[in-house]
């Protein structure tokens, strides 16, 4: 068999994860907009509401949201904000604008996707005042460097770049002054599992070589080796978006393994079920009364097939203060 070349910027394949972009986006502000939680920000990179999404699919979000933002927060309470936040794959994503609104904001918050993404988001916040606001008012000087493909200021910065060419990114990270020495917190969702093996594995193992404490949260599929999970890749296929790295989504254990094989001392993977009993229950009484849910099992499985892992190396014990954390509201929930 012949060896697959290398992707390109204007790869088919690559065109279909772009997308996936605005899906994620487009279903964010369909849940917002039924109160599932609150995002004054993200209408500003979705103009209308769109056509209606299914129960199933505004819940699976907000476990998703919620999830990825009590360990985010969580690292930004212990470092008290003195760290710095990398998203790779963001797409997007209004996570800095939320931290900043809630004075959690780090030392800076980097965000890397395709340039071509990239692109877009830097036009909407240079025509969206309440986006480019918040960044102007934690920038020190008059002017941002800003060009076609990166923004840079104090505390914000976006790159484009392309996570499979880790030199380059390394490259640009460090011209906007990545800081090695500080605490770092990467987080990637529906990021990994569109790369090959390997190419994460690479990825996985610059973090952990690169930054003395660090923590790398990941959200993406798992438990996907039963029927399900395989109706849902051929549901992408479909769409000529293939999930090039799903080996590695097969069991939650796997998703662990991959962490700890690559320089991290510390792994942990909960599947989305888990995640949502354990979320204050209170406030999921209250999204599950938004919308008649018709099929509480597909909800089950959806879930199951969804995991947020996070690993850690550190000298602060983050990932024992997590897993307290975590048991913590196991006992509070259960």
């Not at 060896?3 to 996936?20: G, Y």
């Not at 964010?28 to 209606?52: C, H, L, M, N």
Request: glycine share 4%.
């Amino acid at each position: 068999m012949a060896s697959r070349q290398p992707f390109t910027d204007t790869d088919t394949a690559d065109e279909a994860v772009r997308a996936t972009c605005d899906d994620a986006t487009v279903c964010k502000r369909f849940a917002t907009s039924k109160g599932y939680w609150k995002d004054p920000y993200i209408q500003y990179f979705v103009r209308s509401v769109g056509e209606r999404k299914a129960p199933e699919i505004n819940r699976g979000y907000y476990a998703r949201v919620q999830g990825v933002n009590f360990l985010l927060d969580a690292f930004l309470k212990k470092t008290q904000c003195n760290c710095q936040i990398i998203n790779l794959g963001a797409g997007l994503d209004t996570t800095f604008w939320r931290l900043k609104d809630n004075n959690l904001m780090p030392r800076k918050f980097f965000e890397v996707d395709f340039p071509t993404i990239v692109s877009r988001k830097i036009h909407y916040i240079k025509t969206k005042p309440p986006l480019s606001k918040p960044i102007i008012e934690t920038h020190s000087t008059d002017s941002l460097l800003l060009d076609a493909h990166s923004l840079d200021s104090d505390r914000y910065c976006i790159i484009g770049a392309d996570l499979r060419n880790i030199s380059d990114m390394e490259e640009k990270l460090k011209k906007f002054q990545l800081n090695t020495e500080l605490p770092t917190l990467v987080l990637t969702e529906c990021v990994l599992v569109y790369m090959t093996p390997s190419q994460s594995s690479g990825l996985i193992r610059w973090v952990a070589e690169t930054f003395h404490s660090a923590m790398f949260i990941n959200y993406e599929q798992a438990n996907m080796c039963d029927r399900f999970g395989q109706v849902m890749i051929e549901n992408l296929q479909r769409r000529q978006c293939m999930l090039a790295g799903v080996e590695t989504c097969q069991s939650l254990d796997l998703q662990k393994e991959r962490f700890l094989r690559s320089g991290w001392e510390h792994a942990s993977a909960l599947d989305m079920i888990t995640v949502y009993s354990m979320l204050p229950q209170e406030d999921v009484g209250r999204i599950e009364r938004l919308e008649f849910l018709d099929e509480g099992e597909l909800l089950q499985q959806l879930l199951q097939h969804y995991s947020i892992s996070w690993a850690t190396k550190d000298k602060l014990r983050l990932g024992n203060l997590l897993r307290f954390f975590l048991q913590l509201l196991d006992l509070i929930y259960a």
